[in-house]
């Protein structure tokens, strides 16, 4: 043993001490050239081919070739320069044969003899005699298969992506170990030149910390609250803009209250040309009135019709209509939805069928009426989905709801305004923003968590985004009762927003605009 350094850090490696290696990270992979005895690193990305250098030597007994190769994981192909006999088989010098498995018990190889049309299978003796060496191997391998395969790994290789030499494939893996008296993982290079003994098989008595993922702990722990202290902690920065999610580091305690569902709702707030993007969560205080929402077309208002929402829309852009067969509209008129249907209008090139919505025209009193009396009857019209204008949603409803109530009372997504801060936030992010879009309801596994030394100011821990690993502590919480989400609003960043939403069950966009009719 002796004190090393590792990425800068000072670790002290004494003999007798006991290591649990619990996982390994490729980090590179070089090529030694065996005949210059110069290396190579290769980029991660290498995606040349390499081809086995066989072993030439001639053995006497298939049991020498097979103590020669058996270090080989992989098939492999021989042949024998004389003709040898096994049983009834003969079989012929240079025949190609393939060594499948091992049969301890007999002292025999299964192999696969190719002879075109007559090939078979047959258990040769070790013993057998012959004059033996290994084939030439025409089969390519990347490095994925190579890494992959212990026997390939110990094997020579040519690669014509660099050059005519002999190579050696040697990989360089990070290694996260456990050692038996510090909490925490240690990450060791596979270079560290440490002689170490396995003794997997004869250490039954020893224990070492038990690290665990967020996602280990709610798809295993039973027993709630715990406290765990975290190992290892990933950067969260490119997720979402939380000062207490900076306190997650090493050496933190945490409680863990229990596992939950989170149910956050997904918003944009749009100001002019700027927007942001936040979760939401049931526990804002802050009220919301909907907002009215705009159209620039029959058509965006045909396609409400035909979801079954009957808006009513103030018109605020005058409407000229090229066709006699339809209404103009002006500033100011009002339109009450009442539903789509097909019309057929004769022209120069005969009979055509288009899609219409059939609204009620006339002023706000005239829409809202609902008496017999034919004078003040709005005017009942057909207006073409071709048609555009500006159209603004008349909202009869003023009231202010909570977050909660909203998104039962509208159909998401809708655009909301807050009228009213959630005054328990110094700063309330959504207040800044005309115009809140919420766009839908997210659901995720998560755990609700406190600080150990803030115990009051809960928050959830999504184990999906947050690589965390803890280690259990037997230490004791005094009280789980009036827990509340301190978390109200989190703005997201804005990479992590659109990756959310390509995990999202994607929402049928309404069909193209049909173009304006000539």
Avoid at 156 to 167: A, P, Q
Avoid at 176 to 202: A, C, N
Avoid at 272 to 279: D, H, I, P
Avoid at 302 to 318: F, H, N, S
Wanted: some cysteine.
């Amino acid at each position: 043993g002796s004190v090393y350094d590792i990425s800068g850090s000072e670790c002290c490696l004494s003999t007798g001490d006991l290591l649990k290696l619990v996982d390994k990270e490729l980090v590179s992979f070089s090529l030694v050239n065996l005949q210059t005895g110069k290396k190579k690193k290769l980029p991660n990305d290498f995606k040349g081919v390499f081809q086995v250098i066989v072993d030439n030597c001639v053995h006497g007994t298939l049991a020498e070739l097979y103590e020669k190769l058996s270090c080989y994981s992989h098939a492999y192909w021989f042949t024998s320069q004389s003709d040898f006999i096994v049983g009834e088989h003969v079989i012929q010098k240079m025949c190609p044969i393939q060594l499948l498995s091992t049969d301890a018990n007999t002292g025999c190889v299964e192999c696969y003899i190719y002879d075109g049309p007559n090939s078979y299978y047959v258990k040769i003796p070790l013993s057998t005699k012959g004059q033996f060496y290994e084939c030439e191997n025409k089969e390519f391998y990347t490095v994925e298969q190579i890494l992959e395969d212990p026997g390939l790994r110990k094997r020579n290789f040519r690669c014509e992506n660099i050059g005519t030499g002999v190579y050696q494939l040697c990989p360089e893996y990070e290694i996260k170990t456990i050692m038996q008296m510090r909490k925490g993982f240690v990450m060791m290079p596979s270079s560290l030149e440490v002689d170490i003994v396995d003794i997997s098989d004869h250490c039954g008595n020893i224990t070492f910390i038990q690290p665990m993922s967020l996602k280990d702990i709610f798809d295993h722990q039973q027993t709630f609250p715990v406290v765990a202290e975290i190992l290892e902690t990933a950067e969260f920065q490119h997720m979402v803009k939380n000062d207490t999610y900076s306190v997650l580091q090493k050496g933190q305690k945490i409680i863990i209250y229990r596992k939950i569902v989170s149910k956050k709702i997904l918003a944009t707030g749009i100001k002019g040309k700027t927007s942001k993007f936040f979760y939401i969560y049931e526990s804002y205080q802050g009220k919301f009135r909907q907002k009215p929402r705009e159209f620039t077309s029959i058509f965006e208002l045909w396609t409400k019709a035909l979801e079954g929402i009957k808006l009513k829309v103030v018109v605020t852009q005058d409407c000229d209509s090229s066709d006699e067969n339809f209404p103009s509209l002006c500033i100011g008129d009002h339109l009450q939805v009442l539903n789509h249907a097909k019309t057929v209008l004769t022209s120069s090139m005969g009979p055509q069928e288009t899609d219409v919505l059939i609204c009620n025209k006339g002023t706000a009193a005239e829409v809202d009426d609902d008496d017999d009396d034919d004078n003040d009857k709005p005017e009942e019209v057909m207006l073409p989905i071709y048609m555009e204008g500006r159209f603004v949603e008349e909202v009869e409803d003023t009231k202010k709801y909570n977050i909660s109530n909203i998104i039962q009372r509208l159909k998401l997504p809708c655009d909301v305004k807050v009228v009213t801060k959630d005054t328990s936030l110094s700063n309330d992010p959504l207040a800044y923003f005309p115009s809140v879009r919420l766009e839908e309801i997210v659901e995720a596994s998560a755990l609700f968590v406190s600080l150990y030394d803030r115990a009051s100011e809960c928050f959830e821990l999504p184990i999906k985004y947050f690589n965390i690993s803890v280690v259990l502590l037997e230490d004791t919480v005094s009280s789980t009762t009036g827990l509340t989400n301190s978390t109200k609003v989190e703005e997201l960043m804005e990479c992590f927003y659109y990756n959310l939403r390509k995990d999202l069950p994607s929402q049928q966009p309404p069909p193209p605009r049909p173009p304006k009719r000539e």
